[in-house]
């Protein structure tokens, strides 16, 4: 699986856009890019994936680039609720069931 | 609300008890998976049913032991397990075979600390 790269920590004020960049160099043609977070003390949630074309869900909206080395995760209006870890997991769709690597993910918290 | 109900919440065990966790997704979902999140770790795979058969191993000592009886149910069988094996353990579950990348939906896990 390809290896995602994204910074260890960000603050995003409430009420503003929080833009979350995952580097994804190694890609290949066929492997999605997911993204998940993690609030203390729970599972992680699922919020996006994507292949190739932006994608926007109720949650957030994911930006890939035309070469999809990158992407970026925008919470349109964060909340104090949004504060967590985020994760972005480069995967490939095969046969069988998945196996979803994480990296460290990126901390975010979101400031009154 | 997930889908996905793991039980119990917090277990504290000695190192010679067996105990079981259990895993229960509502999604009616074909594949159920258990990962190892450690204390400023990432999470772990640890392993993968897809259709009630073990797919995955990754590696993981023979003092966990994983039974899949339905594609509803999951469980991890715990016995002499060391100070280390503390964590939080989590379950998830997916649809797989239908493409278009379906995601993984995660319970919220046990807390297991090992004395």
């Known amino acids: 699986d390809a290896k995602t790269t994204q910074p260890t920590s960000m603050d995003c004020a409430e009420g503003r856009a929080a833009n979350l960049p995952c580097n994804h160099s190694t890609i290949s043609g066929n492997e999605y890019v997911y993204w998940y977070r993690q609030i203390h003390s729970q599972g992680p949630q699922y919020i996006i994936h994507g292949l190739k074309n932006n994608e926007t869900n109720e949650m957030a909206s994911l930006i890939i680039t035309e070469d999809r080395k990158s992407s970026t995760l925008i919470l349109p209006h964060a909340t104090l609720r949004d504060t967590a870890v985020y994760y972005c997991?480069?995967?490939?769709?095969?046969?069988?069931?998945?196996?979803?690597?994480f990296g460290q993910g990126t901390r975010l918290t979101i400031n009154p | 609300e997930t889908g996905v109900t793991q039980t119990p919440r917090h277990l504290v065990m000695g190192m010679t008890n067996k105990k079981s966790l259990k895993c229960e997704q509502h999604?009616?979902?074909?594949?159920m998976y258990w990962y190892k999140q450690s204390a400023k770790k990432p999470l772990e795979l640890m392993f993968v049913?897809?259709?009630?058969?073990?797919?995955e191993n990754n590696s993981v000592p023979s003092r966990f032991s994983p039974e899949c009886p339905n594609s509803s149910h999951l469980f991890l069988h715990l016995h002499t397990l060391q100070p280390e094996d503390s964590a939080l353990y989590l379950c998830a579950s997916s649809q797989e075979g239908g493409g278009a990348g379906q995601p993984q939906h995660f319970g919220d896990g046990t807390r297991l600390s090992i004395l």
């Open positions: 049913y897809n259709f009630k058969e073990q797919t």
């Open positions: 999604l009616g979902h074909n594949a």
């Open positions: 997991i480069v995967r490939a769709i095969i046969q069988g069931a998945q196996k979803l690597v």
